[in-house]
């Protein structure tokens, strides 16, 4: 198995240019293949879960130009569902590819099937299909109950009152909501239990108004999408650099800076994930923000109870970075966290005590006691991109790490560790 061992550095310091947000990424992507007129997308992402959603569209008839090395795409379309009556489609292991595409094929006419890698047949998506089907949907499991492969008898969506459990993840909400305005009756979308991850869902609400339509949110209980609403192209669409990937250069900052900036995300971003920063902040960090820009300094770190159910992917960078502080780091309902591209509760505890933290692993939460000095340690990343990069700032203490599959980065960041030796000063 490939493997790249990093080795202690001083301190780190330099400036990074975020590449762009794959939520953000594959939700214009889709909305601009469903909006009539062309498209131009910016700064898009390019990585294995962007490169599956590009793939599905051309099949599904979309026509995607490619300019500036990928960065930017001009999407064509006549707007409107699908025109594309069969299709079989690999999605990977890209939850926001597979969950949007399979509401928004319903919209139309044809017979699909939706497959993936076999983490993704592991991945749960029968509440989805449950609100599908309650909308008139035809979806059978050609698997195992209530997981992918799927395959669609289309013949549309007919709208009114759907209910949906909000407490597994909020890319079952988003993708109902994303092909809400196409179906053929207003929408009301009532949810189960407590919502999780509500900056995602605060994101694609705005990205839904940049392309004509509007949402009632009613406390993140329940949501209306009027009739009679449709995707209207906005000419071109920017996507902000990825918050999540912010994430890791500015723990870097707080355990050993140095100070680092990124650019591409600020204090204007729709991201739950900057507050990534404001947390660093409170744990001893010092913090800097522009509209476009976070700059992060060393503090004194300090350990902290935190509830992070509201940004699920920066709490594993925090899970890491509490290796630094002092004292306990307590991160509470996190329980999503097991149905990810691995169990990352499970995998994040086991990974964290190869280099010395005690760690208690509850259904939904994990308690940190950081070691006195970090252990050199081979850390598993499980084909999960986030698990690599977060163990990448264990090497920021005493001792080697080398990290196994470094390349599964390739899911969201592909230059991911090219970065990060940019702010290791030589």
């Not at 050199?376 to 991109?385: G, K, L, Q, R, V």
Request: hydrophobic residues 40%; glycine residues 10%; proline residues 5%.
């Amino acid at each position: 198995m490939e493997s790249l061992t990093l080795k202690p550095p001083g301190r780190v310091e330099g400036v990074i240019q975020l590449p762009g947000s794959k939520s953000l990424s594959n939700r214009l992507l889709l909305l601009s293949s469903l909006a009539s007129g062309s498209t131009e997308v910016r700064n898009l992402l390019e990585s294995d879960d962007t490169q599956h959603m590009t793939t599905a569209l051309e099949t599904l008839g979309i026509g995607l130009t490619f300019y500036d090395e990928g960065a930017r795409c001009v999407v064509e379309s006549m707007g409107g569902p699908f025109s594309v009556k069969q299709a079989d489609l690999f999605l990977g292991n890209a939850g926001t590819a597979i969950r949007p595409l399979c509401a928004s094929l319903c919209l139309g006419e044809g017979e699909f099937t939706l497959t993936g890698e076999p983490r993704m047949l592991e991945r749960p998506i029968a509440h989805l299909v449950d609100a599908l089907r309650q909308l008139g949907a035809d979806i059978t499991y050609e698997g195992a109950e209530g997981y992918p492969p799927l395959r669609i008898r289309a013949n549309g969506l007919r709208g009114g009152a759907v209910s949906i459990r909000g407490n597994v993840s909020s890319q079952y909400l988003t993708s109902l909501l994303l092909a809400s305005p196409l179906a053929h009756d207003a929408l009301q979308i009532d949810i189960i239990g407590d919502l999780v991850s509500k900056p995602y869902i605060d994101m694609t609400i705005d990205v839904m108004r940049r392309y004509g339509v509007s949402v009632d949110n009613h406390n993140y209980q329940a949501f209306r999408v009027p009739r009679g609403q449709t995707y209207k192209s906005p000419g071109t669409a920017l996507v902000e650099g990825d918050a999540s990937s912010a994430s890791y250069f500015l723990s870097a900052a707080a355990i050993l800076g140095g100070t680092v900036r990124v650019n591409g995300v600020g204090a204007d971003s729709i991201q739950g994930d900057v507050q990534h920063a404001e947390i660093l902040e409170r744990m001893g960090a010092i913090v800097q923000r522009g509209p476009d820009f976070i700059e992060v300094s060393r503090g004194s770190l300090r350990g902290m109870d935190l509830d992070l159910n509201h940004i699920p992917d920066a709490a594993m960078t925090l899970a890491v970075t509490a290796l630094f502080a002092e004292g306990k780091t307590v991160i509470r309902n996190i329980g999503n966290w097991r149905v990810k591209e691995t169990d990352r509760l499970a995998a994040m505890a086991t990974e964290l005590r190869k280099v010395g933290a005690l760690v208690i692993e509850g259904p939904d939460y994990l308690e940190i006691d950081p070691p006195d000095q970090i252990q050199p340690a081979e850390i598993a990343t499980y084909s999960d991109h986030r698990m690599a990069m977060s163990f990448s700032l264990a090497s920021l203490g005493s001792a080697e790490i080398t990290i196994l599959d470094p390349g599964c980065v390739s899911k969201t960041f592909p230059e991911y560790f090219d970065n990060f030796r940019a702010i290791l000063p030589q």
